[in-house]
Structure formats: structure tokens, C-alpha cells
């Protein structure tokens, strides 16, 4: 166990998720899925900008071949651009279940973004595993998520990580050299002890390092999935990290304040020390 850890941003985000690490801007990116909006934090110069967004967001991804983000609103995918804000509709994987919304996503070395849905109201079992590819079709993988969180890919890109919270479990898939997945199994299930499985990522060694919802901490597990360590952080409701900075030796972490008005610090964006390992730089859209 360690406890170190830095408050970078205490914006109070009523729920933050959806990490990105730009390298191009050298900054991290985050969204909070209800105010709704998105946030950066430039390394360089420690300084924070917010955008309001036109729906609840749960993601954004960048553009390998231009500016600019894929963003995941409740109303699908979109090509978000910034200053000023706007949104080009690209395709509502869902259009039958309205109430459905995206919550997490990550870029394969394909180009392709993997995205899930969740029921706004975490009441339903509605919640699906899309992947949207470089020629902008959509098809879903998996279904039967109360809450998809996620995902993360393999150091080798041999498999693919995807939770669902609200069972707290995370499951492992195959994933094949042409980027097929399959055999999907049970990984992780976390205890009650331990809050529930949220946002993730893996290091370069192969450890996969989870959020925990509930647990106040974010912890590192093993490729054979056994626990290796966690950080404990001063807030309960933790949703997500992802490794940036130039050499990706620096893990931050969102959390949410939804719910916890005793929490002083609940909402904000930490830095955790990932005690010598190092991440892997996030891809980029291809499409």
C-alpha cells in the first residue's frame, strides 16, 4: 500500500471519467459526464480549461489524421471540435434505447474505437460493447452490461479488458492478430471490501491498473490477474486513470463527488506515483 498522491485539479466534478493523455498537446483531458463537460490540464502550464458540452459526454478520443476529437455523447458518436464548440453527428449506435447513454471507450492499434452504453438511470440491463472501425460502421460485440466500463488492451494487444461495474466483475477477451475478439471470460470480481471495478489501464510491463468505485483507491493487478498493490486516494467514488507526460511515468486519476457533499476532495483529479512503471501511449483514431 502507499498514499501518495497530489491534488492537480479540485474542480468538483460530479462525475469524472474519460482520461485522455495528448501527447500532441501535452495535456490531459477529462469530462464530467453530468455537468456536462469537458476539461483539459496543460502540463506545461498547469492551467485548466472547461468547455460545456451540449449533452452528457463520456469520452473523447483524438484524430490521427486531423485535429480535433471523436467524443462519445449520450446521442452516439460525434466529431467534437473546440473554441468554438461543435458537434458533428457521426452515428447513434442505440437509437432504440434513448435512455441509454456511452460511458467509456479506448482506441485499439487499429484505429478503431471500443465503446460501451450504459442505462442513464443504472436501473436497466441495456448496456453494450461497440466497436465503431476506420470506415465509421459500427457493430456490436457484447451485450447484457448494467454499467460498461473500460476497456483496456494488452500490452501485446493479445487480449481486451472490459468491466461491468455494476456486477463488478472484469472480463478478459481474446483479441486475434486480425482484431477479432473472442473467449470471453471472467478476470477479476471484486470483494464488497473493495468497491467496484470503474475506468482502467495497463502499464508497459502488462499490469492492468483499476479505478475502484466505492473503494477509495486505484490498484495494480498482476497479467495472471492477482492484486500487486493500490494507492489509496482521499476520495471514495474513484472512476478512472490513464498515464501521461512525456515519458508516461505520471498516473492520473478522476473520481466524482455525485452523492458525497462530506467529501472535501471528491470530484477532483489526482496524481498517483506509479512507482517505477511506465504506460503505453493511447492510439489514435483512424477514421
Given at each position: 500500500?502507499?498514499?501518495?498522491?497530489?491534488?492537480?485539479?479540485?474542480?468538483?466534478?460530479?462525475?469524472?471519467?474519460?482520461?485522455?493523455?495528448?501527447?500532441?498537446?501535452?495535456?490531459?483531458?477529462?469530462?464530467?459526464?453530468?455537468?456536462?463537460?469537458?476539461?483539459?490540464?496543460?502540463?506545461?502550464?498547469?492551467?485548466?480549461?472547461?468547455?460545456?458540452?451540449?449533452?452528457?459526454?463520456?469520452?473523447?478520443?483524438?484524430?490521427?489524421?486531423?485535429?480535433?476529437?471523436?467524443?462519445?455523447?449520450?446521442?452516439?458518436?460525434?466529431?467534437?471540435?473546440?473554441?468554438?464548440?461543435?458537434?458533428?453527428?457521426?452515428?447513434?449506435?442505440?437509437?432504440?434505447?434513448?435512455?441509454?447513454?456511452?460511458?467509456?471507450?479506448?482506441?485499439?492499434?487499429?484505429?478503431?474505437?471500443?465503446?460501451?452504453?450504459?442505462?442513464?438511470?443504472?436501473?436497466?440491463?441495456?448496456?453494450?460493447?461497440?466497436?465503431?472501425?476506420?470506415?465509421?460502421?459500427?457493430?456490436?460485440?457484447d451485450s447484457g452490461y448494467l454499467i460498461t466500463n473500460g476497456p483496456a488492451f494488452g500490452v501485446e494487444h493479445e487480449c481486451m479488458y472490459h468491466t461491468d461495474t455494476g456486477r463488478?466483475?472484469?472480463?478478459?477477451?481474446?483479441?486475434?492478430?486480425?482484431?477479432?475478439?473472442?473467449?470471453?471470460?471472467?478476470?477479476?470480481?471484486?470483494?464488497?471490501?473493495?468497491?467496484?471495478?470503474?475506468?482502467?489501464?495497463?502499464?508497459?510491463?502488462?499490469?492492468?491498473?483499476?479505478?475502484?468505485?466505492?473503494?477509495?483507491?486505484?490498484?495494480?493487478?498482476?497479467?495472471?490477474?492477482?492484486?500487486?498493490?493500490?494507492?489509496?486516494?482521499?476520495?471514495?467514488?474513484?472512476?478512472?486513470?490513464?498515464?501521461?507526460?512525456?515519458?508516461?511515468?505520471?498516473?492520473?486519476?478522476?473520481?466524482?463527488?455525485?452523492?458525497?457533499?462530506?467529501?472535501?476532495?471528491?470530484?477532483?483529479?489526482?496524481e498517483i506515483d506509479p512507482q517505477g512503471v511506465r504506460g503505453i501511449a493511447p492510439h489514435l483514431f483512424g477514421g
Amino acid at each position: 500500500m502507499a498514499t501518495d498522491y497530489k491534488v492537480i485539479s479540485n474542480l468538483r466534478c460530479e462525475l469524472g471519467e474519460g482520461l485522455l493523455w495528448s501527447m500532441r498537446e501535452n495535456a490531459i483531458y477529462w469530462v464530467d459526464i453530468l455537468a456536462p463537460a469537458l476539461h483539459r490540464y496543460s502540463l506545461a502550464t498547469q492551467h485548466v480549461s472547461s468547455w460545456s458540452m451540449p449533452e452528457k459526454i463520456g469520452w473523447v478520443v483524438e484524430r490521427c489524421h486531423q485535429p480535433g476529437f471523436i467524443a462519445g455523447l449520450q446521442s452516439g458518436f460525434v466529431e467534437l471540435t473546440l473554441d468554438p464548440v461543435t458537434c458533428k453527428p457521426i452515428l447513434d449506435p442505440e437509437p432504440h434505447l434513448p435512455g441509454n447513454r456511452m460511458n467509456d471507450a479506448k482506441v485499439d492499434k487499429f484505429g478503431r474505437i471500443w465503446a460501451g452504453t450504459m442505462d442513464c438511470d443504472i436501473c436497466e440491463v441495456t448496456g453494450s460493447l461497440y466497436c465503431l472501425d476506420t470506415e465509421r460502421t459500427v457493430t456490436q460485440h457484447d451485450s447484457g452490461y448494467l454499467i460498461t466500463n473500460g476497456p483496456a488492451f494488452g500490452v501485446e494487444h493479445e487480449c481486451m479488458y472490459h468491466t461491468d461495474t455494476g456486477r463488478s466483475v472484469v472480463y478478459r477477451f481474446d483479441l486475434a492478430t486480425d482484431g477479432t475478439i473472442g473467449g470471453k471470460r471472467e478476470f477479476i470480481k471484486f470483494p464488497e471490501e473493495w468497491g467496484m471495478p470503474d475506468g482502467m489501464t495497463v502499464d508497459a510491463q502488462g499490469g492492468l491498473w483499476i479505478a475502484h468505485w466505492g473503494g477509495s483507491r486505484v490498484s495494480r493487478f498482476k497479467a495472471d490477474g492477482t492484486l500487486d498493490r493500490y494507492i489509496a486516494l482521499p476520495a471514495s467514488q474513484i472512476t478512472n486513470c490513464a498515464f501521461g507526460g512525456a515519458n508516461l511515468d505520471r498516473l492520473f486519476v478522476t473520481s466524482a463527488a455525485e452523492g458525497k457533499p462530506d467529501e472535501p476532495l471528491a470530484g477532483s483529479l489526482f496524481e498517483i506515483d506509479p512507482q517505477g512503471v511506465r504506460g503505453i501511449a493511447p492510439h489514435l483514431f483512424g477514421g
